[in-house]
T-cell receptor
Framework: AQKITQTQPGMFVQEKEAVTLDCTYD???????LFWYKQPSSGEMIFLIY??????QNATEGRYSLNFQKARKSANLVISASQLGDSAMYFC?????????????FGEGTQLTVNP | GAVVSQHPSWVICKSGTSVKIECRSL??????MFWYRQFPKQSLMLMAT?????????EQGVEKDKFLINHASLTLSTLTVTSAHPEDSSFYIC???????????????FGDGTRLSIL
């Protein structure tokens, strides 16, 4: 069964506007972590933001925020004030369990294009 | 911040050649490293988990004799694609976790990946 689902293969946004990238997950664990990574065309994986299953507040990191709705099992990434450099592939990932050594399961990704 | 170095970044070689890819943690120790494979426009698929001092754990469907993994030290894991064929052409990327940072919110640190092209 698909554990991480990203339903938007591609998204377009105008520069300076906000955009939401969707991510839903499936797990029976009570303890888990959700991550968002950015992958530019050059290929490197850039960590953006983390949300723990026990975190009561939505995570924020600069222009990135995570809209965590635990009951709906969704962890959408919100990018505010989009920049041209935000154009990239974005992956949502889940780590089940509390150990930082546990494996990550990735979604299919969303290709974001920021238009000038 | 934590850095993972992956080498080489690009390999083009003939069919039948064996190719070794190195993954090094530069400023931290890593008992566990992960090897992923990524086809164009697709997600990262975990191939195997590399454990320092012991055998790697391979995911279902990954041929362990084809993709040899060695994790001989706390800072180095290698993936060798043996007798590579065109269908092995892909983007391979490793990640590692910091032994000293066991909090659940610590992300895995990724290398920059290796683009492998088999002619």
């Amino acid at each position: 069964a698909q554990k991480i689902t990203q339903t938007q293969p591609g998204m377009f946004v105008q520069e300076k506007e906000a955009v939401t990238l969707d991510c839903t997950y499936d797990t029976s664990d009570q303890s888990y972590g959700l991550f968002w990574y950015k992958q530019p065309s050059s290929g490197e994986m850039i960590f953006l933001i983390y949300q723990g299953s026990y975190d009561e507040q939505n995570a924020t990191e600069g222009r990135y925020s995570l809209n965590f709705q635990k009951a709906r099992k969704s962890a959408n990434l919100v990018i505010s004030a989009s920049q041209l450099g935000d154009s990239a592939m974005y992956f949502c990932a889940m780590r089940e369990g509390l150990s930082s050594g546990s494996r990550l399961t990735f979604g299919e990704g969303t290709q974001l294009t920021v238009n000038p | 911040g934590a850095v993972v170095s992956q080498h080489p970044s690009w390999v083009i070689c003939k069919s039948g050649t064996s190719v070794k890819i190195e993954c090094r943690s530069l400023d931290f120790q890593a008992t566990t490293m992960f090897w992923y494979r990524q086809f164009p426009k697709q997600s990262l698929m975990l191939m195997a988990t590399s454990n320092e001092g012991s055998k790697a754990t391979y995911e279902q469907g990954v041929e362990k004799d084809k993709f040899l993994i060695n994790h001989a030290s706390l800072t180095l894991s290698t993936l060798t694609v043996t007798s590579a064929h065109p269908e092995d052409s892909s983007f391979y990327i490793c990640s590692a976790r910091d032994l000293d940072r066991t909090l659940s919110n610590q992300p895995q640190h990724f290398g920059d990946g290796t683009r492998l092209s088999i002619l």
